[in-house]
């Protein structure tokens, strides 16, 4: 099954949606960083990548800026994790490099769709 790195540091929404993608039989990764999702993304080279964007230190734009320009990280898809719904967040998203994006609360059905999405790519 396909490896997923979730970054996300608040420890409730890891473990609810870690929870929900173990029972999918996904195989799962977890940073609490951006400098942690950056170390993980290039030694366990998951399949998929989902980035919170509101990190403590590096933030998930930063770090997704940094795994699109690492030849090793850079085909890896990335959909942002964001509390961000305002007009423009999504735009801003796409343009740091995450190649979708998902509002917070996740709506799991609609994020198991995208990831399903990617991974049949």
């Known amino acids: 099954m396909a490896k997923i790195l ?4 608040n420890e409730m929404n ?3 949606l870690s929870r ?12 609490m960083d951006g400098e942690q999702a950056i170390e993980m993304a290039r ?9 919170d964007i509101s990190l403590p230190g590096l933030d998930g734009w930063e770090a997704t800026r940094r795994l699109k320009a690492m030849p090793e990280t850079q085909a890896i898809p990335i959909i942002a994790l ?5 007009a423009g ?3 801003k998203c796409l343009e740091a490099g ?13 994020l198991l769709e995208k990831i399903q999405g990617f991974l049949a790519r």
């Open 6 to 9: 979730l970054v996300e540091d």
């Open 14 to 16: 890891r473990d609810m």
């Open 20 to 31: 929900r993608l173990l029972k999918k039989g996904f195989e799962l990764v977890m940073a």
């Open 43 to 51: 030694t366990e080279a998951p399949d998929l990548i989902l980035m």
């Open 82 to 86: 964001t509390a961000h719904a305002m």
């Open 89 to 91: 967040d999504r735009e």
């Open 98 to 110: 995450c190649n979708d994006y998902d509002t917070k609360p996740v709506e799991f059905p609609r």
